[in-house]
């Protein structure tokens, strides 16, 4: 069955550096999502990207985040200057568009973000 | 806010038993989402109700959805050790994004 791919597993970085997240979504996919889970705290919506733009960010996905489709294959998120209070998992999504944004969502295994 | 809250926070029930988790909204929606996340890993998607859906089956899953109350249920029937989860809800506000509730962790028992 295909399924999304996040890269790395595990991120550890130091405050203030950039950090690049990577996914793999489904490769029929057009909609794409991040979200992110704090450890023991509920799953947090960050962004929607759709024919190479964004859709909707949340109150979260300030001017630190981007994201970005490079190639037919991967989704990226960007942090520019990480803060501690990023430490998170961060999971990409995608759906298939014969359902609609925000409809059975595929999600990877997460990349779990680190700031010391 | 816009996303679902599910109650309760944390259910234990021995295999065999029913399991019904509740989520509450507050905003009108076109869809609620069930989701499910086993420990550490990606959410899996089980269900799907539109808002002019009352009620949908899928295998050992019974998703009710009621719009005058804002409030859906999700019932596990029979359940297994290996449905020990969390399961979430998800609204879309309307079709402007996807949030979830804080999740019920299910423990089943054997």
């Known amino acids: 069955e295909p399924e999304v791919t996040q890269t790395p597993s595990h991120q550890v970085t130091q405050m203030g550096q950039e950090v690049i997240l990577r996914c793999v979504p489904i490769?029929?996919?057009?909609?794409f999502y991040w979200y992110r889970q704090i450890l023991g705290q509920k799953v947090e919506f960050l962004v929607s990207f759709y024919n190479n733009e964004i859709s909707e960010k949340s109150e979260i996905f300030d001017d630190q985040f981007s994201v970005e489709r490079p190639d037919g294959s991967n989704f990226t998120l960007k942090i520019r200057s990480t803060k501690l209070e990023d430490s998170a998992m961060y999971f990409c999504?995608?759906?298939?568009?014969?359902?609609?944004?925000?409809?059975?969502?595929?999600f990877g295994s997460g990349t779990q973000l680190s700031v010391l | 806010s816009q996303q679902g809250e599910e109650d309760p926070q944390a259910l234990s029930i021995q295999e065999g038993e029913n399991a019904t988790m509740n989520c509450s909204y507050k905003t009108s929606i076109n869809n609620l989402q069930w989701y499910r996340q086993n420990s550490g890993r990606g959410l899996v998607h089980l269900i799907l109700i539109r808002s002019n859906e009352r009620e949908k089956h899928s295998g050992r899953l019974r998703v009710t959805l009621d719009t005058s109350k804002k409030s859906s249920s999700l019932l596990i029937t029979a359940s297994r050790a290996a449905d020990t989860a969390s399961y979430f809800c998800a609204t879309d506000g309307g079709g402007n994004d996807m949030r979830f509730g804080a999740g019920t962790r299910l423990t089943v028992k054997p």
């Open positions: 999504a995608s759906s298939h568009p014969r359902q609609g944004l925000y409809e059975k969502l595929f």
């Open positions: 490769s029929n996919h057009l909609y």
